[in-house]
């Protein structure tokens, strides 16, 4: 912690406590956005010895110490958290979210349908709305990228087609994540921030130079929350090149493929995972073209990585 934080826990004590959100982090200081302004906060020195850190749309309460800066007191309870396996371990986010917006690119870097499942899974494990959204169309004069996406509308997810450069469809995403907390979710190089741009006038994302090896031009450092005009709130953050889905058992997997429910039931055996069990009803159905050869083999490839990050 801070050499500080001691001193301001003292200063708190006696301030009246007010709630907030927590905005965005930095180092080991808080942004909380609280009556229209905002106050950096650092975290009281208990909370901080339990290990219990604030994420970016926390509710917190919080007690002043000076002008525009604070100690939070107090995390309240969480209505979910999205979050990522990385070396093992549980990668946090952001919480308190309502709708996950799922960004891809056209090209630059290239769509990687698998994550797309990825990240529907994490979405859906935790209860939320999730939506994709394929930005830099203008990089996909033939359609292709558009029309294979149309596998994701056949499901009935929701696909929107953007481009941060021409502005095409960022009005209508603008229009479905207002009033409510949305979160981007994407590879690095997606636009994410570009798109955050255009969404809220004046944005300015905490970015850096991406590599080649990266694919992309630029990447978010910092998770970070931001008003809407039209309401509600967004969340951008940083980009990844790999995504292992946190907290979902081997045996649940299918039941996030909406497509292999009609036939699970029908398989011989009530544990069956479908991938190499005799009389499995989905592979079946992926044999008579009933369900995507693409999606099975991203499940099947899931599968067989479960649990090795």
């Not at 009033?179 to 955050?196: D, M, N």
Request: hydrophobic share 40%.
């Amino acid at each position: 912690m801070p050499e500080r934080a001691s001193d301001l826990d003292t200063a708190a004590r006696g301030a009246p406590l007010r709630e907030g959100t927590v905005t965005a982090r930095l180092q080991r200081e808080y942004e909380v956005a609280c009556g229209g302004a905002a106050v950096r906060c650092t975290l009281r020195g208990k909370l901080y010895g339990e290990g219990r850190i604030p994420l970016v749309g926390d509710r917190v309460r919080f007690r002043d110490v000076g002008v525009a800066q604070g100690v939070i007191e107090a995390i309240e309870p969480r209505r979910n958290v999205l979050s990522r396996a990385s070396g093992g371990r549980r990668h946090l986010y952001c919480a308190n979210v309502d709708t996950v917006v799922i960004v891809c690119a056209a090209q630059a870097p290239p769509i990687r349908p698998a994550l797309i499942d990825r990240l529907l899974i994490t979405a859906r494990s935790e209860g939320l709305d999730a939506v994709i959204c394929l930005n830099k169309i203008d990089l996909d004069p033939e359609g292709e990228v558009v029309r294979m996406l149309g596998l994701y509308r056949e499901l009935e997810y929701e696909v929107f087609f953007t481009s941060a450069l021409t502005s095409a469809g960022v009005r209508e995403l603008g229009e479905r994540i207002s009033k409510r907390v949305s979160v981007l979710f994407g590879h690095s190089g997606v636009g994410k921030t570009s798109l955050l741009r255009l969404l809220v006038p004046g944005f300015e994302g905490r970015t850096r130079s991406v590599t080649k090896r990266a694919r992309g031009r630029h990447a978010t450092t910092e998770v970070s929350l931001v008003g809407l005009k039209e309401g509600g709130f967004v969340i951008d953050t940083p980009g990844f090149r790999e995504f292992t889905v946190w907290g979902v058992a081997l045996e649940d997997i299918g039941s996030y493929y909406p497509e292999f429910l009609p036939f699970a039931g029908r398989c011989k055996y009530n544990d069956c995972l479908h991938l190499d069990e005799p009389e499995c009803a989905v592979r079946d159905a992926v044999q008579a073209g009933h369900i995507s050869e693409l999606r099975y083999g991203n499940y099947v490839r899931l599968i067989e990585k479960h649990g090795l990050e």
